[in-house]
């Protein structure tokens, strides 16, 4: 009995369980499926009830592993590369598939390399290859220009973060069981060198980019800092996020974590809309996965409008200002 | 990209400082005038890459390495962790290494954490600022989701460090002309005594089986409003693709 179950790592804040974590339980149960296997959810924290444990196989799980103590409280790679290795060790996993979050990014690649497995980054499609039962493993490369499909012919496990938000979780079943394995943790396997001594959130629109519906992004367009309002206020109004250009962010006039991008973050919101952002090559391989692209800008030739289902070709400074006021009358 | 063999041609290719990685050696140099020591350089990549090394030199690291070879030809991120580790540890000596956050064109940000799970050293990803450096230790902020986090850890240590923590300067006229006479080592599989069946396409956990290219253009509605009227239109327009699209107009005001 070597080799065969699929995990997902799922992820944990304060107890609280995150929602990739139940994106990526959709991902795995159409492996485990496929390959007639059981699924399991690994979770190292603290503090967790048994009710979100219950969640995670009322979404899909078949197992869950629980690795509950106060150590494991904070993401510290050194300690969940660590306990995550040594249950691969006793279990064997065929695949192990994690959300390509800070952490996600973090943990596999320091423990494919210690179980000799093949990892692949931040996918957006994952199948089973018929007759040989590989995982294959689609992502975006080169700036998101090609489509790479990927497989592990030799090495197990076979690893894989995927995006966040390219899934979506399933729907609560209450009728699913399954078992919730404790599993102690082992003291030796506590690293101790590494000390989390603080946390600040982000400021302003504190909502994660990634993590949104809706992202309502500015660019060198709006010309100064302070028009970036605009943006703001539309996407408060859309219950969306802020986001921007690298150009807007090399000007100073947002910070970085708001950057979409090749050299920012990559997106896949529900609705992206681009205001005064003419659209790079670099701009768009960052968001070309979203569902809805709408642009506003007054360039009828910017690249922007080539990926958009929507585009008003106009004045920002008219456009938006008007949309907000329509938007409002809408709605009443 | 070889479509055969599904591994990147990279010979032939001008070679170029990762964009991303600009911020590393930046941050390598500042130390460095601070703390004293040497910034070294290290990429593994074709000859080409020499150029690279040269920029990085020019910037004001003291040294290059250039690790190359046919062996080491369509490695995957498991192989090149195992490479740089091995070539880290043929320096010997080192307190820090920094990576960038990940390669614009393999887009991975596997190798850093790779490397530092090789050498068994403390590592923090995401790193956008360096709070501190004292007795052997370091402090550092990384950037995560929904904010920063502050963590302390011994050196040796290595860092991949996000765009956040530095502006890369430009070559000074000084480093260029360094950069020019600098002997740059090569160093090769042989010569790091590396086992061969462990490298290269060959030693690599994953292979490409296919490469496709998706459509990049949708074919949207695009409009060109021309006076107020047209404008209040497109707006509706707008509105009602909305709608269509089931975006939910009713958080608006909430």
């Known amino acids: 009995m070597s080799s065969r179950d699929v995990w997902t790592i799922a992820e944990q804040s304060q107890g609280k369980i995150k929602e990739v974590s139940y994106e990526i339980l959709t991902r795995g149960r159409k492996m485990a499926d496929k390959l007639g296997v059981e699924l399991a959810s690994i979770l190292l924290g603290y503090n967790i009830s048994d009710d979100k444990l219950n969640e995670l196989i009322h979404r899909g799980a078949d197992k869950v592993y629980i690795v509950n103590d106060s150590v494991l409280e904070n993401f510290i790679v050194e300690n969940y590369s660590n306990v995550l290795v040594d249950l691969v060790r006793k279990y064997k996993p065929n695949i192990i598939i994690a959300g390509a979050t800070t952490s996600g990014r973090t943990l596999m690649p320091h423990v494919a390399v210690r179980v000799n497995a093949g990892l692949t980054a931040d996918c957006t499609g994952l199948d089973i290859e018929k007759g040989t039962n590989n995982l294959l493993q689609t992502r975006p490369a080169i700036g998101g220009n090609i489509l790479a499909t990927i497989k592990t012919p030799n090495n197990r496990p076979q690893m894989a973060t995927v995006r966040v938000k390219s899934t979506k979780p399933a729907p609560i079943d209450r009728s699913r069981t399954g078992k919730i394995i404790k599993i102690e943790l082992k003291t030796e396997l506590i690293d101790g060198k590494v000390e989390r001594i603080g946390f600040r959130k982000t400021e302003e629109e504190a909502a994660s980019i990634q993590d949104a519906d809706i992202i309502v992004s500015g660019g060198r367009g709006l010309r100064k800092k302070e028009n970036f309002v605009l943006i703001r206020q539309l996407a408060k109004n859309l219950g969306g996020v802020v986001g921007a250009s690298r150009d807007a962010v090399d000007r100073g006039w947002i910070s970085y974590p708001h950057q979409v991008g090749l050299s920012g973050k990559t997106v896949s919101p529900k609705l992206y809309i681009a205001i005064g952002i003419s659209g790079s090559i670099q701009h768009l391989a960052g968001i070309k996965t979203s569902d809805i692209i709408i642009a506003i800008n007054n360039d009828p030739d910017a690249q922007i409008f080539k990926i958009s289902d929507f585009g008003i070709v106009g004045d920002l400074f008219e456009v938006v200002p008007l949309l907000n006021e329509r938007l409002a009358k809408v709605v009443k | ?254």
């Open chain 2, 1 to 254: 990209m070889d479509e055969k063999t599904g591994t990147m041609i990279r010979e032939g290719v001008e070679s170029i400082i990762n964009p991303l990685d600009l911020y590393a050696i930046e941050v390598g140099i500042q130390l460095k005038e601070e703390y004293g020591g040497k910034a070294i350089v290290i990429s593994m990549g074709p000859p080409g890459a020499e150029k690279a090394l040269r920029e990085a030199i020019s910037m004001g690291c003291d040294d290059g390495i250039l690790v190359t070879g046919k062996e080491f030809k369509g490695s995957d991120t498991w192989v090149t962790s195992f490479v740089l580790s091995k070539s880290i540890q043929n320096i010997g000596n080192y307190d820090l290494i920094l990576t960038g956050e990940r390669a614009t064109d393999g887009d991975t940000g596997q190798v850093g954490p790779g490397i530092s799970s090789f050498l068994d050293i403390p590592l923090a990803t995401y790193v956008s600022k360096i709070v501190e450096i004292k007795d052997k230790n370091i402090i550092v902020e990384r950037l995560v989701e929904d904010g920063y986090e502050t963590l302390k850890m011994p050196l040796p240590a290595l860092l991949t460090v996000v765009k956040e923590i530095s502006y890369p300067r430009l070559p000074t006229l000084r480093g260029k002309q360094k950069a020019r006479k600098i002997e740059i080592p090569v160093w090769s599989a042989d010569n790091m005594k590396l086992d061969k069946s462990k490298l290269g396409l060959k030693g690599s956990p994953t292979r490409v089986v296919k490469i496709g290219h998706p459509k990049v253009t949708r074919s949207g509605t695009i409009v060109k409003p021309n006076g107020e009227e047209s404008l209040l239109k497109a707006i509706d327009q707008l509105i009602k693709f909305m709608q269509k699209k089931r975006i939910n107009l009713r958080r608006f005001n909430r």
